[in-house]
Every structure is written in C-alpha cells, then in structure tokens.
T-cell receptor
Framework: EAQVTQNPRYLITVTGKKLTVTCSQN?????MSWYRQDPGRGLRQIYY???????DKGDVPEGYKVSRKEKRNFPLILESPSPNQTSLYFC?????????????FGNGTRLTVT | GENVEQHPSTLSVQEGDSAVIKCTYS??????FPWYKQELGKGPQLIID?????GEKKDQRIAVTLNKTAKHFSLHITETQPEDSAVYFC?????????????????FGKGTLLTVNP
C-alpha cells in the first residue's frame, strides 16, 4: 500500500531534549516536506526536499533540522525543543506537487514539549 | 509570498443540504489549487483539484470553481452526508526559486470545520 509513515504518533518530551521524528515513503517520490499544524493557523511548511541531499527552508524553519540521505526517508530533528514547538506535525511527499502528482500526507505526530 | 484566505472557519449544515467553502489567493502566478479533507486523527487527503486553465471541475457530489480574474476558488459539496464532516483545507501552488533553489510550495488556508447534522 502506498503510504507516508511517520513515527512516533505521539511524543511528550521536555525542553532541551533532542528528538527526531521519522518519515518514510514507499512511492519513490522525489519531493518531501514537513508541515506543522496549529489551531487557527492552518498548515505551515517547515522544510522541504526536492531530492536526495537537496533540502531548503520553508516558512517556519527556526528550531528544526532535516536531512535527506535516502530518497525514502526525511527525518525532522529538533536539537533543543522548546514549548512553542508543541504542535501537530505532518510529513508529505509527491513526485512534484502538481495536478498530476498530489501531495500525500502521513497521519501526523502530535508533539508536546513541557 | 502567497497568501490564502479561507472562509468560513466553521460551517454547520443539515444532512442533504449543500456546503460552500471559499478561498482567495494573492499571487496571480499560482496555477494549481487543491482541496484537502482532514478527518480526526488523520493527515489531510486530496479530494479534488483544479488547474488555472479550467473554470470548473466536478467529481460526483464535489465540485470546485475557479475565477482567475478575481483570484478566488470555491469548494461545493452537494447532498451532504454525516461522513462529509471534517476539516477542509484549500491551497494554492507556487513554483519558483526560493532560497537559492526551487520549490513547489503549497500555501494552505486555515481550514474550515464542516459539521453535517443528521
């Protein structure tokens, strides 16, 4: 089954403790992206990757890192999480997000930073 | 950058009625407009999309209309059913150079919580 898999689904951590949220897709997609979803603010792009070893900042990259060493994986790294990073995070992928290649989303990771 | 406004933020209808959600965008270069449905505990899922060279597209009970001149597009759901209850997001696609590279950037509206009452 074609899918984007994120882990974990839920994560509670403390300020400053490094964490990684994994994302994997099995559709051989070139494009991958991370979004955060906050009440009343919709989905905002954190980072994206056009292909292996090609990453760039989205709208809200501060406090996050990503890497794209393999085509299928795109982990999101929080080196020193802070409470304002408490949010619902989504990973998404596509060949290219166009009418012929829609964006596929994972089921989300709910992160709480205390 | 692109700005997408979505209205209303909440919408409650009776089963069988129609529901309309409207979005406006700011960047006239945007040329692809998808709509996503997000059910509780899940990620957004594409339900319909439209390109800028088309004015209307329909898929069973769902239709999308686009007015490029006015820079607005709308989602129409007819004969609503309780399973249509969800959060709906509109988005606009921009393709261009960003931060020294290029990006296919989808800018999302803030979402509409649709409730269909049985």
């Amino acid at each position: 089954e074609a899918q984007v898999t994120q882990n974990p689904r839920y994560l509670i951590t403390v300020t400053g403790k490094k964490l990684t949220v994994t994302c994997s897709q099995n559709m051989n997609h070139e494009y991958m992206s991370w979004y955060r979803q906050d009440p009343g603010r919709g989905l905002r792009q954190i980072y994206y990757s056009m292909n292996v070893e090609v990453t760039d900042k989205g709208d809200v990259p501060e406090g996050y890192k990503v890497s794209r060493k393999e085509k299928r994986n795109f982990p999101l790294i929080l080196e020193s999480p802070s409470p304002n990073q408490t949010s619902l995070y989504f990973c998404a992928s596509s060949f290219r997000p166009s009418t012929n290649s829609p964006l596929h989303f994972g089921n989300g990771t709910r992160l709480t930073v205390t | 950058g692109e700005n997408v406004e979505q209205h209303p933020s909440t919408l409650s209808v009776q089963e069988g009625d129609s529901a309309v959600i409207k979005c406006t965008y700011s960047d006239s270069a945007s040329n692809y407009f998808p709509w996503y449905k997000q059910e509780l505990g899940k990620g957004p899922q594409l339900i319909i999309d439209i390109r800028s060279n088309v004015g209307e597209k329909k898929d069973q009970r769902i239709a999308v209309t686009l007015n490029k001149t006015a820079k607005h597009f709308s989602l129409h759901i007819t004969e609503t059913q309780p399973e249509d209850s969800a959060v709906y997001f509109c988005a606009a696609l921009q393709v261009g150079p960003y931060s020294g590279g290029s990006n296919y950037k989808l800018t999302f509206g803030k979402g509409t919580l649709l409730t269909v009452n049985p």
